[in-house]
């Protein structure tokens, strides 16, 4: 079978993955999906006897229409045969039992974070798509902290290629704001934007559905694409660390092929927890999803209530990749849950626009909490839950990763639970360090006081970020992000 994406909003349109890859985001403003997911399911035994990048290939296959074989095999191959650190040689997301939780650990690769599963697979993706093309693309990205810099990282110097990243100016960490100030590459810009992720995020979507810029960049063969999960090739490479994640529990001989397992995920804009859901679809057998939120906890109440309602303060917390009120993935979930129902999601989404809130049917409610719960934790929790691991298993946990444990713990049942590891704590240091009971007066010199704590020394590429030059500093309000992306594109292809 070969698959067709068409949008969360309308049915008119049909095109390959390729297309969508490169488009990034529908032109009604919905997202792109694929309405045979649920209908495909895919060999657990099989799977079961594959390392990870056998098991990418084989999603990436049935998923990605448009890309040949050999076009996937060498993204595979380019993305994840060095740049990720093998503390397992089969896989490039171990899974460490901490205490009777297990934790799959996505921080091994070159920012540190999970995103750069992902990031670093489509870059290679966009490549294949522009190939036989004069087209180029600009990418524009909105970070909450950590796909930012995955991002600039996998599309550095790539052919045809441009990215223009925007963050909230003073809402992410030290070390986040580090790696993507010092960011290297020509085709490469990054800007502060006033405000908070919500307001970055809104109007790159705003950016991409607007006619002038898009007829602007076309004049130069520029189009318009995404880096954040609203892009399908951003999301599906997050559904093989799921498969990876219960091969690896049978490997180790604590379940049998077809039990079920429960998925722990810190949550923000509800992609990597989305993907999980993609994977159960698939045919992973996933008891439960646990959506971990912090004060942040829109998401919590969602799941709860049947009611999304961003009408609320944002709350600046410790774990900032979750400082989020409008969470873009969710809308392909109600489109999967609502029986494909296109209208309908088309309604939600244009009542969230204009009054900041909707509720669900009864019918919805109930097929999403038959399998999603959520939980929220403050940054006080998380500060307990990270001390509290550490002296009881030294291991040391991260603000996001720290969520994901507390809430697998407080929902743990019969089945093994695997609560998913986002960040390494060295991006977080001085949060970390405070919740394990020291102090520093920078980033910096708490990074090095952790590493005496932590088993994992510090990453060399972090270790690096303090003595690096910086190179971005300007600051936009959201307004301006459209003047600065459109000077953008003429300085990087020029």
Known sequence: ??????????????????????????????????????????????????????????????????????EIADCVQNAYTRSFERTKPDTITPLETVGDVEVLELFRGPTSAFKDVALSILPWFLSKALKDSDKKALILTATSGDTGKAAMSGFEDVAQTGICVFYPDGKVSDVQYRQMATQTGQNVRVFGVEGNFDDAQSMVKQLFLDEQLKQKLAKENIVLSS?????????????????????????KQQIKIGDEVSFSVPTGNFGDVLAGYYANLLGLPVKKFYVASNANNVLTDFLNTGTYDRRRPFIQTISPSMDILISSNLERLLYYASNQDCQKVAGWMEQLAKEGFYTLDDQTKAMIQNKFEGGYYDDDQ????????????????????????????????????????????????????????????????????????????????????????????????????????EQSALEIFA
């Open 1 to 70: 079978m070969r698959a067709y994406y068409q949008s969360t909003r309308q049915n008119a349109v049909h095109i390959n993955a390729k297309q969508a890859i490169l488009q990034g985001i529908c032109e009604d403003g919905g997202l792109f999906v694929w309405p045979e997911l649920a209908k495909t399911q895919l060999d657990l035994e099989k799977i079961c006897q594959m390392d990870y990048q056998q098991i990418a290939n084989t999603i990436f296959n049935l998923m990605l229409s448009g890309y040949e074989q050999d």
């Open 227 to 251: 880096a954040n999960s609203i892009n399908i090739g951003r999301l599906i490479p997050q559904i093989v660390y799921y498969f990876d994640a219960y091969r690896q529990l049978v490997n």
């Open 382 to 485: 998380l500060k307990t839950t990270i001390a509290k691991v550490y002296q009881e298993t030294g291991y040391v946990l991260d603000p996001h990763s720290a969520a994901a444990y507390a809430l697998a713990k407080d929902k743990k049942g019969q089945e093994p639970i695997i609560a998913l590891a986002t960040a390494s704590p060295y991006k977080f240091t001085q949060d970390v360090l405070a919740a394990l009971g020291g102090q520093e007066a920078d980033a910096w010199c708490a990074m090095k006081t952790l590493s005496t704590m932590n088993v994992d020394p510090i990453p060399a590429k972090l270790k690096a970020l303090q003595q690096a030059p910086i190179r971005h500093r300007q600051v936009v309000s959201p307004k301006g992000m459209k003047e600065v992306v």
